[in-house]
């Protein structure tokens, strides 16, 4: 790509995401499904900077003081920009906004690569840009959703389909952007990743015929490669989730797929509805979770036209198009997902509209452009119509009731002064917790449970002090006690650097005092997660040199 060319893409990807962000570029930000919680998430890292933490595993402070292990389950690592501009004093709110806003920038950027690569034009490479941000299930996701994880998520798929084409088509294959992308879905969100290997491992079957011995290989390095840098946070996630029952393995159990399966009918709605999901609501009531009318439409217009050379872009585009229908037919009410429990850990049948958006914005632009790259004022219409469109999608996220706003701190979300943190009836707080998915699951009512070391019998026996990261508190000889923390693999309990053995009690951290009266409790990193870091930072040590090295060896 020459210069004036990426700058042209750049400039363009801009423009796109400045018009995405609208609805956030003025003082107001919209509370969604899952606002509360991400800002949460934010102010979290944020805090954690501040007590020397680069990458907490435990928000000992979140739902009301028992403490939530959130970061151990869903990665922070993108947030550590919205995080330092908190603690430079910006609000909460400024920080989320910029994540998005970085997060659409880059989808736009990564999928302008791809198309660029395919057909080395940069206005077909801008317009599947325009189809990617504007689909409805991403406007859905951003201004509906509030899904922060899967917003970023969407930045790495088009880069594991240009890796894809690198490793299956070129002639001197590549895994770098497969690298890239699958080691971004393992730090954004744990169910996309699950998504991009099944849209990759759906991609690869199509194309076993292309692969080679030494793209084998170069898969197994990718693979491993990912792996490595992502281990740090994958495998004490993997490790926390095997040891005990969260209230995500009764959602992974429970999940009723049917319900939340897409009617004929919803595939047809072209709003943006503020709605929930339910194939048993009305049009008025249900969020739109398609990717729109231009994605499901465009890609029909590859039957029109007829090329009569088989070559590798071709072949590419046709797999987007079949791909991309059957993840979106995927998501149907007509497909028996009574049957598929197995597939219960995505929650809904429509995450795989975030395949279905990725792979039918390149075949829509890419069979657009077949059939009318001679005729300008057909592409200038229909670019135009993709753009007005959009702005008809984001018309209903400039008129919400209930905001916040850029000046809102992160105190005045959490006191009830604006919101109830316990809105729902939850027994939990609903701001820092969301769906309580990383909670132990038990009865416990973390609203009315009492803050104090008490015995079995509820008797509060003392308070208890937090002293660089750890809680300090002393308790009678020989007694059965609880403490006020909600309990994790890696707690430690310590009596004068003796190691007390605990067990949980409804969630929380239980043991008998023995003869000890002083204790501390502190969190700290498994064996697993050790290992892990070293695994990780390891890994990107050799590929980090293997990179020097293949540039050391090109001629100047």
Same mark, same amino acid.
């Given at each position: 790509?020459?210069?004036?060319?990426?700058?042209?893409?750049?400039?363009?990807?801009?423009?796109?995401?400045?018009?995405?962000? #609208?609805?956030?570029?003025?003082?107001?930000?919209?509370?969604?499904?899952?606002? &509360?919680?991400?800002?949460?998430?934010?102010?979290?890292?944020?805090?954690?900077?501040?007590?020397?933490?680069?990458?907490? !595993? +435990?928000?000992?402070?979140?739902?009301?003081?028992?403490?939530?292990? %959130?970061?151990?389950?869903?990665?922070?690592?993108?947030?550590?920009?919205?995080?330092?501009?908190?603690?430079?004093?910006?609000?909460?709110?400024?920080?989320?906004?910029?994540?998005?806003? /970085?997060?659409?920038? =880059?989808?736009?950027?990564?999928?302008?690569?791809?198309?660029?690569?395919?057909?080395?034009?940069?206005?077909?490479?801008?317009?599947? %840009?325009?189809?990617?941000?504007?689909?409805?299930?991403?406007?859905?996701?951003?201004?509906?959703? $509030?899904?922060?994880?899967?917003?970023?998520?969407?930045?790495?798929?088009? #880069?594991?389909?240009?890796?894809?084409?690198?490793?299956?088509?070129?002639?001197?294959?590549? +895994? *770098?952007?497969?690298?890239?992308?699958?080691?971004?879905?393992?730090?954004?969100?744990?169910?996309?990743?699950?998504?991009?290997?099944?849209?990759?491992?759906?991609?690869?079957?199509?194309?076993l015929n292309k692969m080679s011995g030494q793209r084998w290989i170069l898969l197994v390095q990718a693979a491993l490669t990912s792996i490595g840098l992502s281990a740090w946070f994958l495998f004490p996630m993997l490790e926390q989730t095997a040891f005990q029952e969260y209230y995500l393995h009764y959602y992974a159990s429970s999940s009723d797929l049917a319900s939340h399966a897409l009617a004929p009918w919803q595939y047809l709605i072209n709003e943006t509805i503020f709605g929930?999901?339910?194939?048993? &609501?009305?049009?008025?009531?249900?969020?739109?979770?398609?990717? $729109?009318?231009?994605?499901?439409? /465009?890609?029909?217009?590859? &039957?029109?036209?007829?090329?009569?050379?088989?070559?590798?872009?071709?072949?590419?585009?046709?797999?987007?198009?079949?791909?991309?229908?059957?993840?979106?037919?995927?998501?149907?009410?007509?497909?028996?997902?009574?049957?598929?429990?197995? /597939?219960?850990?995505?929650?809904?049948?429509?995450?795989?509209?975030?395949?279905?958006?990725?792979?039918?914005? @390149?075949?829509?632009?890419?069979?657009?452009?077949?059939?009318?790259? *001679?005729?300008?004022?057909?592409?200038? /219409?229909?670019?135009?119509?993709?753009?007005?469109? $959009?702005?008809?999608?984001?018309?209903?996220? =400039?008129?919400?009731?209930?905001?916040?706003?850029?000046?809102?701190?992160?105190?005045?979300?959490?006191?009830?002064?604006?919101? !109830?943190?316990?809105?729902?009836?939850?027994?939990?707080?609903?701001?820092?917790?969301?769906?309580?998915?990383?909670?132990?699951? $038990?009865?416990l009512d973390y609203k009315n449970a009492s803050h104090c070391i008490i015995d079995y019998s509820g008797n509060e026996i003392s308070q208890s002090i937090w002293d660089n990261n750890a809680m300090v508190f002393h308790a009678p000889k020989q007694l059965d006690i609880i403490a006020p923390l909600t309990a994790y693999k890696g707690y430690y309990v310590y009596s004068n650097d003796v190691?007390?053995?605990?067990?949980? @009690? !409804?969630?929380? +951290?239980?043991?008998?005092?023995?003869?000890?009266?002083?204790?501390? +409790?502190?969190?700290?990193?498994?064996?697993?997660?050790?290992?892990?870091?070293?695994?990780?930072?390891?890994?990107? &040590?050799?590929?980090?040199?293997?990179?020097?090295?293949?540039?050391?060896?090109?001629?100047?």
């Amino acid at each position: 790509m020459k210069k004036n060319e990426r700058l042209f893409i750049g400039i363009g990807c801009l423009t796109l995401t400045i018009l995405f962000m #609208l609805p956030y570029l003025g003082n107001e930000l919209s509370i969604e499904h899952d606002t &509360l919680f991400h800002l949460s998430r934010i102010e979290g890292l944020a805090q954690s900077f501040q007590s020397g933490k680069l990458f907490p !595993d +435990i928000y000992p402070f979140k739902n009301d003081g028992f403490g939530y292990a %959130s970061a151990l389950f869903y990665c922070d690592f993108f947030l550590v920009p919205a995080a330092l501009l908190y603690n430079l004093g910006f609000e909460v709110a400024i920080g989320y906004k910029l994540t998005v806003f /970085l997060a659409t920038l =880059l989808s736009a950027v990564s999928m302008s690569r791809v198309v660029y690569k395919l057909k080395h034009s940069t206005l077909l490479a801008l317009f599947s %840009s325009t189809l990617y941000l504007f689909s409805n299930y991403r406007i859905t996701d951003v201004y509906v959703r $509030g899904a922060l994880g899967e917003i970023i998520a969407m930045t790495f798929i088009p #880069l594991i389909l240009l890796g894809a084409y690198e490793l299956f088509y070129e002639e001197k294959s590549q +895994i *770098r952007n497969l690298i890239v992308g699958f080691t971004g879905l393992a730090l954004s969100h744990n169910l996309t990743l699950l998504l991009g290997c099944f849209g990759f491992g759906a991609l690869l079957l199509m194309n076993l015929n292309k692969m080679s011995g030494q793209r084998w290989i170069l898969l197994v390095q990718a693979a491993l490669t990912s792996i490595g840098l992502s281990a740090w946070f994958l495998f004490p996630m993997l490790e926390q989730t095997a040891f005990q029952e969260y209230y995500l393995h009764y959602y992974a159990s429970s999940s009723d797929l049917a319900s939340h399966a897409l009617a004929p009918w919803q595939y047809l709605i072209n709003e943006t509805i503020f709605g929930i999901s339910g194939n048993q &609501l009305s049009a008025e009531t249900a969020m739109v979770v398609t990717p $729109g009318v231009f994605l499901l439409g /465009l890609p029909v217009l590859s &039957l029109f036209h007829i090329h009569k050379q088989n070559n590798p872009q071709e072949q590419f585009v046709q797999h987007m198009t079949w791909l991309g229908y059957g993840f979106a037919f995927l998501c149907s009410s007509i497909v028996p997902w009574e049957q598929l429990f197995f /597939l219960r850990i995505l929650q809904f049948p429509w995450r795989f509209m975030t395949l279905a958006c990725c792979f039918l914005s @390149i075949s829509s632009a890419i069979s657009f452009w077949n059939l009318f790259h *001679r005729q300008k004022t057909i592409i200038i /219409l229909v670019f135009a119509a993709v753009i007005f469109n $959009g702005v008809h999608l984001l018309l209903p996220a =400039l008129s919400r009731p209930l905001v916040i706003y850029n000046h809102t701190t992160y105190e005045e979300l959490t006191n009830g002064s604006i919101i !109830d943190p316990y809105f729902a009836n939850t027994s939990y707080n609903r701001i820092e917790v969301a769906g309580a998915d990383y909670l132990p699951i $038990g009865f416990l009512d973390y609203k009315n449970a009492s803050h104090c070391i008490i015995d079995y019998s509820g008797n509060e026996i003392s308070q208890s002090i937090w002293d660089n990261n750890a809680m300090v508190f002393h308790a009678p000889k020989q007694l059965d006690i609880i403490a006020p923390l909600t309990a994790y693999k890696g707690y430690y309990v310590y009596s004068n650097d003796v190691i007390i053995p605990w067990k949980t @009690i !409804d969630g929380r +951290i239980s043991f008998n005092t023995g003869n000890c009266t002083q204790f501390t +409790i502190q969190y700290q990193k498994t064996t697993i997660h050790q290992i892990s870091i070293m695994v990780s930072f390891a890994t990107i &040590l050799l590929y980090s040199f293997s990179i020097i090295s293949k540039k050391a060896d090109k001629p100047l």
